[in-house]
């Protein structure tokens, strides 16, 4: 039997000998179910001849995959085929614009489902493929540095089932008597407004501006772990099926419309998950910080990332949003070490999303950048390592305001200036 990964190449290789044929059908819509087996689902309106020519392929294909594909009903003539394939993952198989594959999974997550970014406001998302690298602790010292010049700051904390950034902001008799997954529970059964008014509360570390915090959970988290359990619950009403992340995205717009924020900072899950998939492409965000630190475990990490957006066609939509943040970064040997992130970094975007560009084909619809082009994508923001602020606990409990701002210029100035800039120029 083919393995998993084999499913997509082996169909691909089937269709480039079945092309002809294949051309004469305006959609073959291939089925991938949550055991990894396969069946064509056919609109049941087209002519016989098509559903013959649909047959044809079907077998071709089964003949490869064996039993990947059931004997029996291995194709469904379906009379609202849109339906059916309405809200789950899909996407055409590269060199097949009429050959849409769709994917079913267990979960909600749909990495290719790239929202368009927000005109109205500016949402910044602090993201990293793995922990421990400082993510949740830059993203503090950014809101105070904004905050310093004036500005109104809103952070979600979304590592909902790691959270941490309320308490690096907030002492504990400040925290909000409920938080986002607070909402998101009471949300499915129309109780949302009874807890809304109560899932934030202002930084007392803002003096010129606020800092306005949303955290995962409120002042009495002892259901945390039931109430998680049901976030992921989409809404039905009126027959109507609202997923999770898009009645998060009403809960940020209700709480954008009420504090009128100058940016939205938000603190997603590490990894690739439901949580991250929600942050980075279902919330429309402006920019997307990808923390990294110069290892093998980060580089891969975002090539699965970053493959996936090629292969499910959305790169496009997605990749002038990403800037790489260089975490981290030691005391020792720094140029080397930086010399090495930026190398690494560029291989990366060069190979997945930037355009290949020759001498003789040169235009401004690229997307591409030299390796030492200092506002590219991959050019790494830096934030250097140092031991005042390894604990977001030491952030809020043992800094006072001029080691704060001594700290901040010293270590995360690079990442800050980069987000004024990206406020300033909306």
Not at 46 to 59: G, M, S, V
Not at 372 to 391: C, K, M, T
């Amino acid at each position: 039997m083919k393995t998993f990964d084999e499913i997509i190449p082996e169909i691909k290789i089937v269709l480039h000998t079945q092309i002809n044929d294949l051309e004469q059908l305006s959609k073959l819509v291939i089925n991938r179910d949550l055991n990894g087996r396969i069946r064509f689902l056919v609109d049941a309106n087209i002519p016989d001849n098509l559903k013959t020519i649909t047959e044809k392929i079907a077998q071709s294909i089964s003949d490869v995959l064996d039993e990947r594909i059931p004997e029996i009903d291995r194709v469904f003539y379906e009379q609202d085929l849109d339906t059916i394939i309405k809200d789950v993952p899909q996407f055409y198989l590269e060199g097949f614009p009429n050959v849409l594959f769709v994917d079913r999974l267990l979960g909600e997550t749909n990495w290719a489902n790239i929202q368009p970014e927000r005109s109205d406001s500016h949402r910044i998302v602090f993201y990293s493929i793995k922990g421990g690298v400082g993510r949740s602790t830059a993203l503090a010292v950014t809101a105070w540095a904004l905050a310093e010049e004036g500005k109104r700051v809103l952070i979600l904390d979304m590592d909902l089932e790691s959270p941490g950034i309320s308490s690096a902001l907030l002492p504990s008799e400040k925290i909000p008597m409920y938080g986002i997954v607070d909402w998101l529970v009471e949300d499915l059964i129309d109780n949302g407004n009874a807890v809304f008014p109560y899932v934030f509360s202002s930084s007392d570390l803002s003096r010129n501006g606020d800092i306005l915090v949303i955290p995962a959970y409120g002042k009495n988290p002892s259901e945390y772990i039931s109430k998680i359990g049901r976030v992921w619950m989409p809404k039905i009403n009126n027959n109507k099926r609202e997923l999770w992340h898009n009645r998060l995205e009403r809960l940020i717009q209700e709480l954008e419309a009420r504090h009128k924020p100058d940016v939205v900072l938000i603190d997603s899950r590490a990894g690739i998950d439901e949580i991250s998939s929600a942050c980075i492409t279902n919330m429309g965000a402006n920019t997307v910080l990808l923390f990294s630190i110069d290892s093998e475990q980060t580089w891969d990490g975002y090539k699965i990332l970053f493959e996936h957006w090629r292969k499910t066609g959305v790169v496009e939509k997605i990749r002038d949003r990403l800037q790489i943040v260089g975490s981290l970064i030691p005391e020792s040997n720094q140029k080397e070490y930086i010399g090495g992130l930026c190398e690494h970094s560029w291989d990366l975007f060069t190979e997945q999303l930037y355009d290949n560009v020759t001498y003789d084909n040169t235009n401004n619809d690229f997307f591409s950048f030299d390796k030492d082009e200092i506002d590219a994508p991959h050019y790494p923001r830096l934030v250097f390592w140092n031991r005042g602020f390894q604990s977001l606990m030491n952030f809020y409990q043992s800094m006072g305001q001029q080691v704060i701002r001594e700290q901040s210029k010293n270590f995360y100035s690079d990442l800050i200036e980069f987000i004024k800039g990206i406020i300033k120029n909306g």
